[in-house]
């Protein structure tokens, strides 16, 4: 028999999609980095001082390890449900690589146990009560041994007083990276910021940097700054982000999905 079979043809079709989608996002990829180093230049800044964070979510594992063959290795989701499986489902396609996944979105206290055993860093701390949550569930997963080290967290700031956006108050963000430094399985590393909605971010991002340099002061480890996505990253590096979180301008457009 000459032809291939149903398995072998599955197998090829799949090959094909492959290449074609790593090569859509090699070109975005490219376009991404193309922005950043156009947005250091103009502020001054090193672009090396400018982490890229893809964010993943809704988006298929294949496509989190054909980032990681092009080179980048950390990875964001906002669900745990989703994550859970993904970070899995990526193992098993990339068994050699380890990739670093952070948490982006707000977070449930009931799912910090499982956030602990994948998560390398949680950017959307904004509560006391939450703080103590992960606190436990990090000592918990060290003690069963999935993890090795502290639990890296940014404390969320919020930058429009909405409280369906998560963030906590600009007045508050000091007692709560206090709180986080305290934990002994935590550490801070930072503050994290998703800019308002319907209005340029420039004043919100400038409040943000002097929140951002108060932390620093008080706790030397907490150099990162996450703020700034695919619409807004220009703006946020102007006014000192370390890692900005893209989606859209990476992966495309995530398909529409019920309320």
């Known amino acids: ?34 922005r950043i180093t156009a947005a250091c230049r103009a502020a001054n800044r090193n672009p090396a001082e400018v982490r890229l964070l893809p964010v993943t979510k809704t988006f298929p594992a294949r496509d989190v390890a054909l980032l990681v063959d092009l080179g980048l290795l ?11 499986a993904k970070v899995a489902e990526v193992n098993a396609l990339r068994p050699a690589v380890q990739v670093r996944w952070h948490m982006v979105g707000r977070l449930q206290r009931n799912k910090t146990r499982s956030v602990a055993r994948w998560a390398v860093q949680v950017q959307s701390v904004d509560s006391p009560r ?8 990090a000592s ?4 069963a041994g999935d993890r090795q080290a502290p639990l890296s ?28 430094a305290a934990a002994p399985s935590l550490q ?20 943000l940097r002097k929140a951002a340099a108060r932390l620093r002061n008080a706790h030397p480890s907490a150099v990162e700054l996450s703020a700034g996505m695919s619409a807004d990253l220009e703006q946020a590096i102007a006014y000192g982000s370390t890692c900005v979180r893209v989606g ?12």
Not at 130 to 137: E, F, G, I, S
Not at 188 to 207: D, K, N, R, S
Not at 248 to 259: E, F, I, M, N, W
Request: with cysteine; proline share 5%; hydrophobic share 45%.
């Open 1 to 34: 028999m000459t032809g291939l079979s149903d398995a072998q043809a599955g197998a090829a079709a799949c090959s094909d999609c492959d290449a074609a989608r790593r090569g859509e996002l090699a070109a975005a990829l490219v376009r991404l980095r193309e």
């Open 74 to 84: 950390d990875a964001a989701e906002a669900r745990d449900s989703e994550a859970t």
């Open 130 to 137: 939450l703080v103590q949550a992960l606190d436990r569930a």
């Open 140 to 143: 918990l997963a060290r003690e």
């Open 153 to 180: 967290v940014l404390v969320q700031a919020s930058l429009d007083g909405d409280p369906r956006r998560g963030g906590c108050p600009l007045t508050e963000l000091d007692a709560l990276a206090d709180q986080v």
């Open 188 to 207: 801070l590393h930072g503050v994290m910021a998703v800019a308002p909605l319907g209005c340029p971010p420039e004043a919100a991002f400038a409040e």
């Open 248 to 259: 859209t301008a990476l992966l495309g457009s995530r398909p529409l999905t019920s309320k």
